[in-house]
């Protein structure tokens, strides 16, 4: 196998273990979004921790990731920043190629699902932020001496 080939291969494994941890990520929204309604502060506090430890491995494979791309660029003589997948899927000999174009959907759909599913949890905190803001206010009135 010659050093290109490699590196190709090498792009590959990285790319399949960022798809596969965003769809960990994916999970633990859902989970997340689940424990919100549900009021539950331990489960939340937990899945926030698993979800920063998959951030942080991610940000290690996206070092990776960009070390290959300069590796390849290299090799191929071409701008790093011209190395997307779509150009990697052109570049790329069978059954390379494949697998990059294959990256490219499935990083999407699930970069898109996470995007979706934290925009709905936003929603849910926004609403119980505010609901906690009212409550505190009532309180906050309840407490105060009542006028003369």
């Given at each position: 196998?010659n050093y290109e080939?490699e590196?190709?291969?090498?792009?590959l494994?990285?790319?399949?273990?960022?798809v596969?941890?965003?769809?960990r990520?994916l999970?633990l929204?859902q989970?997340?979004?689940e424990?919100l309604?549900?009021a539950?502060?331990?489960?939340?506090l937990?899945?926030?921790?698993?979800?920063e430890?998959?951030i942080?491995e991610?940000?290690?494979?996206?070092?990776?990731?960009?070390?290959?791309?300069?590796?390849?660029?290299?090799?191929?003589?071409i701008?790093?920043?011209e190395?997307?997948?779509r150009?990697l899927?052109?570049l790329a000999?069978?059954?390379?190629a494949?697998?990059?174009?294959?990256?490219?959907?499935?990083?999407l759909?699930?970069?898109q699902?996470?995007?979706?599913?934290n925009?709905?949890?936003?929603?849910?905190?926004s609403?119980?932020?505010n609901?906690?803001?009212?409550?505190?206010?009532l309180?906050?009135?309840?407490l105060?001496?009542?006028?003369?």
């Amino acid at each position: 196998m010659n050093y290109e080939h490699e590196l190709y291969t090498d792009l590959l494994t990285v790319l399949r273990d960022m798809v596969s941890h965003y769809h960990r990520i994916l999970e633990l929204s859902q989970r997340e979004r689940e424990s919100l309604t549900a009021a539950s502060l331990p489960i939340l506090l937990e899945i926030t921790t698993q979800k920063e430890t998959t951030i942080l491995e991610l940000s290690v494979m996206e070092e990776g990731r960009q070390l290959l791309l300069r590796k390849l660029a290299e090799q191929l003589d071409i701008p790093v920043a011209e190395l997307t997948l779509r150009k990697l899927s052109q570049l790329a000999p069978e059954p390379l190629a494949d697998g990059f174009r294959c990256s490219r959907t499935n990083l999407l759909d699930v970069v898109q699902a996470v995007s979706q599913v934290n925009a709905k949890n936003v929603v849910l905190l926004s609403s119980s932020l505010n609901s906690v803001r009212t409550s505190l206010s009532l309180i906050s009135r309840l407490l105060e001496p009542a006028p003369i």
